[in-house]
Every structure is written in C-alpha cells, then in structure tokens.
C-alpha cells in the first residue's frame, strides 16, 4: 500500500504544480473547466492545485491518507465528468479524452481508503 499511496502522492503533486506553473497547462485546465461549465471557475483554476498539491504531500507524508483519498475521488469524480463532456482533445494535453486516467486513480485511491496508507504512513 506505500507504493499506491506514494504514487498518488507524485501524481498529485505533479499534477498541482503543473497547473500552476506550466502556463500551457494550466491553459488547458482553464478551458477544461470553462467548456464542462463548471461553477466558480476562476476559483477552481486556483483552489484545485492547491487541494491537488496538498493531498499529494498528505500522500507522500502517510498523513490523513484516507482523507486524502476520499478528496481524490472526489476531484476525479469530477474530472470524469469534465471529461465526459468536454469533446475538445486540445484541452487534454497529457492524457487521453476519455477518463482512463481518473477512473485509475479513483481505483488506487479506493485501495487507500479501505487498505489504509501502508507503512510509514502517521495517520
């Protein structure tokens, strides 16, 4: 269970920062949110990377793990969602526009959530 846990840790840390930092990115977040009509979008384009980056650390730290997991099921449920109806590749840089990367996810996290963090994990 430490590696699905750390391995959710990189993944949203890297996602966080990527969105944040990588202007072609966090492009393509924005028009993600923008073409699902998503609520609050200029909120999300901030706050989401946050929570992304926060929950990888809570990951890679082995604190709140199960936590962690229920926030990233909730973001990949979303994210389903976004890619369900959203019909643009281009705004899907990284990944496929089918949802095979969040439904992955969403699998991983679940294992966290009933296995628990793994060793070295505080909580």
Do not use: C, N
């Not at 993944?11 to 202007?23: E, R």
């Not at 994210?79 to 281009?90: G, N, W």
């Not at 996810?105 to 060793?119: E, F, T």
């Amino acid at each position: 269970m430490k590696i699905v846990r750390v391995l959710l840790g990189v993944v949203f840390v890297g996602s966080g920062l990527m969105k944040l930092l990588v202007p072609v990115l966090g492009d393509a977040f924005s028009a993600q949110l923008e073409q699902a009509g998503l609520p609050l979008r200029s909120l999300s384009e901030v706050a989401v990377p946050i929570v992304e980056i926060g929950v990888g650390v809570a990951m890679l730290v082995g604190v709140f793990t199960r936590i962690a997991s229920l926030v990233t099921i909730a973001i990949m449920v979303v994210a389903i969602y976004v890619h369900v109806v959203v019909d643009d590749p281009a705004v899907f840089p990284l990944q496929p526009s089918q949802p095979i990367i969040p439904l992955i996810v969403i699998v991983l996290a679940g294992l966290v959530l009933w296995r628990g963090g793994g060793a070295w994990r505080r909580g």
